[in-house]
């Protein structure tokens, strides 16, 4: 009989990255292929590369080499960021058989399958067929809504990378939908680059969309992935009355001074993002805003600095990315004046994550006491040996007292928030009703 190939694919950077990699495993299951583990063996390498900063080029980088030596007979096939803008460097790699630009990564399975003759192989058993999410560790699935952005942030790479703007087709997205609730999915996530301007290219808008998706399936639980603080549809906090979407935001600010908004031609003034949280958290229960700050921009001052920690601490983030300012080779920023070190990038990006830190305490104590319906997740580094882990509604993590055969990953949890863990990490819960 002859042996099924097996795949390897390693995903970088964004959401959407990961959202296009599910699509690309389904893909390869289709035509017969099993999915390898890092440490196992694989036929094929498919490396969905990031660059919107330079430490995520130089970990796509170093991962691929790290792949070649671990599978020296394996063929690499690269996309993403990094391979669309930095094409004819990555083709030296050793080991590289294919590059496929960021404009073709749709048809990445059809084009791989060309190019290298890939083999089609008859599904073994119905087992073989079950959705590649759950094969590769995990219970959430990325949905991909639309790609590029028509805007451009002076500091963004992505533009470059990903082109304009372009939306999936809706009954796509629904099909896609109904399709992982067929599968067994409790949870999706809805992601692009530029997500709140969904329905630029076709017609209607993201609320249009989130409407459809919560009456056209039977999905759990539905959350939307990194939005922009601006062009948000009318209705839209309305759409949270379905406690289906879950009131969890990831509203991305970069900067808390709009002197440094206005050098990275943002959008959204502090003034704006402050009443756009307002109003949602006025609207929707126990909404958790999280955001990404960048520090170190091209001639942010000490002035501005610290006018962007107050910002923060105002806004009550329930958890803060920051980032040190990478010039990428490309955009407007890496040729703006007085560029930061990078030891006072380093000292503002430590400053800031203690920040969170506090802030992040502040909200997990204002949910001690609660109760909440927590999807269990595969447990990952820190708590106790048989701990259960999920995140709330509003995207929290908690680790759950208990044995790890009270429920399967993947089930849906009626929990106690009664603390928070030792470490700082996250929540503490205990299981409190029947399992769904």
């Given at each position: 009989?002859?042996?099924?190939?097996?795949?390897?694919?390693?995903?970088?950077?964004?959401?959407?990255?990961?959202?296009?990699?599910?699509?690309?495993?389904?893909?390869?299951?289709?035509?017969?292929?099993?999915?390898?583990?890092?440490?196992?063996?694989?036929?094929?390498?498919?490396?969905?590369?990031?660059?919107?900063?330079?430490?995520?080029?130089?970990?796509?980088?170093?991962?691929l080499r790290r792949a070649h030596r671990a599978?020296?007979?394996?063929?690499?096939?690269?996309?993403?960021?990094?391979?669309?803008?930095?094409?004819?460097?990555?083709?030296?790699?050793?080991?590289?058989?294919?590059?496929?630009?960021?404009?073709?990564?749709?048809?990445?399975?059809?084009?791989?399958?060309?190019?290298?003759?890939?083999?089609?192989?008859?599904?073994?058993?119905?087992?073989?067929?079950?959705?590649?999410?759950?094969?590769?560790?995990?219970?959430?699935?990325?949905?991909?809504?639309?790609?590029?952005?028509?805007?451009?942030c002076t500091f963004c790479v992505t533009t470059?990378?990903?082109?304009?703007?372009?939306?999936?087709?809706?009954?796509?997205?629904?099909?896609?939908?109904?399709?992982?609730?067929?599968?067994?999915?409790?949870?999706?996530?809805?992601?692009?680059?530029?997500?709140?301007?969904?329905?630029?290219?076709?017609?209607?808008?993201?609320?249009?969309?989130?409407?459809?998706?919560?009456?056209?399936?039977?999905?759990?639980?539905?959350?939307?992935?990194?939005?922009?603080?601006?062009?948000?549809?009318?209705?839209?906090?309305?759409?949270?009355?379905?406690?289906?979407?879950?009131?969890?935001?990831?509203?991305?600010?970069?900067?808390?001074?709009?002197?440094?908004?206005?050098?990275?031609?943002?959008?959204?003034?502090?003034?704006?993002?402050?009443?756009?949280?307002?109003?949602?958290?006025?609207?929707?229960?126990?909404?958790?805003?999280?955001?990404?700050?960048?520090?170190?921009?091209?001639?942010?001052?000490?002035?501005?600095?610290?006018?962007?920690?107050?910002?923060?601490?105002?806004?009550?983030?329930?958890?803060?990315?920051?980032?040190?300012?990478?010039?990428?080779?490309?955009?407007?920023?890496?040729?703006?004046?007085?560029?930061?070190?990078?030891?006072?990038?380093?000292?503002?990006?430590?400053?800031?994550?203690?920040?969170?830190?506090?802030?992040?305490?502040?909200?997990?104590?204002?949910?001690?006491?609660?109760?909440?319906?927590?999807?269990?997740?595969?447990?990952?580094?820190?708590?106790?040996?048989?701990?259960?882990?999920?995140?709330?509604?509003?995207?929290?993590?908690?680790?759950?007292?208990?044995?790890?055969?009270?429920?399967?990953?993947?089930?849906?949890?009626?929990?106690?928030?009664?603390?928070?863990?030792?470490?700082?990490?996250?929540?503490?819960?205990?299981?409190?009703?029947?399992?769904?």
């Amino acid at each position: 009989m002859r042996t099924r190939p097996r795949v390897l694919l390693k995903s970088f950077g964004c959401r959407l990255n990961e959202a296009e990699l599910e699509d690309w495993a389904q893909g390869f299951r289709a035509r017969g292929f099993d999915l390898a583990g890092d440490a196992g063996p694989a036929d094929l390498v498919v490396i969905n590369t990031c660059a919107v900063t330079a430490e995520a080029a130089r970990k796509s980088r170093q991962w691929l080499r790290r792949a070649h030596r671990a599978h020296p007979h394996a063929r690499l096939v690269l996309s993403g960021c990094l391979a669309s803008l930095e094409a004819a460097d990555l083709a030296r790699e050793s080991g590289v058989a294919l590059l496929i630009d960021n404009r073709d990564k749709d048809r990445l399975v059809a084009l791989a399958a060309a190019a290298l003759d890939l083999p089609v192989i008859a599904q073994l058993s119905s087992e073989e067929a079950a959705n590649p999410l759950f094969a590769r560790g995990r219970q959430r699935a990325f949905i991909k809504v639309q790609d590029g952005c028509r805007h451009a942030c002076t500091f963004c790479v992505t533009t470059l990378a990903r082109g304009p703007e372009r939306d999936r087709p809706l009954p796509e997205i629904i099909d896609a939908v109904n399709r992982s609730v067929a599968d067994g999915v409790r949870e999706v996530l809805l992601t692009g680059v530029h997500l709140g301007g969904y329905g630029s290219t076709l017609g209607g808008d993201l609320a249009v969309l989130v409407r459809a998706v919560l009456a056209e399936t039977q999905i759990p639980r539905l959350r939307l992935g990194s939005l922009e603080p601006w062009d948000l549809p009318d209705g839209f906090w309305d759409l949270f009355a379905d406690p289906r979407l879950l009131p969890h935001l990831h509203l991305p600010l970069q900067s808390g001074a709009d002197s440094v908004l206005r050098r990275m031609a943002r959008r959204c003034k502090t003034e704006d993002f402050a009443q756009l949280a307002a109003l949602g958290r006025a609207t929707v229960p126990g909404l958790n805003l999280s955001t990404d700050i960048i520090a170190g921009f091209p001639g942010e001052t000490e002035a501005e600095w610290q006018e962007t920690l107050g910002f923060v601490a105002a806004m009550g983030f329930g958890q803060v990315h920051c980032f040190a300012y990478s010039p990428r080779a490309g955009t407007r920023a890496a040729g703006l004046p007085n560029q930061v070190d990078a030891d006072t990038k380093r000292a503002r990006v430590l400053e800031l994550k203690d920040l969170a830190d506090q802030l992040q305490w502040q909200v997990f104590a204002s949910q001690v006491g609660r109760d909440c319906r927590v999807l269990r997740e595969a447990q990952p580094r820190g708590g106790r040996p048989g701990d259960l882990f999920g995140y709330t509604p509003n995207y929290l993590p908690v680790r759950i007292d208990g044995h790890p055969d009270a429920a399967a990953v993947g089930e849906i949890l009626e929990v106690k928030i009664r603390g928070i863990d030792a470490d700082g990490g996250a929540l503490r819960g205990y299981l409190n009703g029947p399992v769904g």
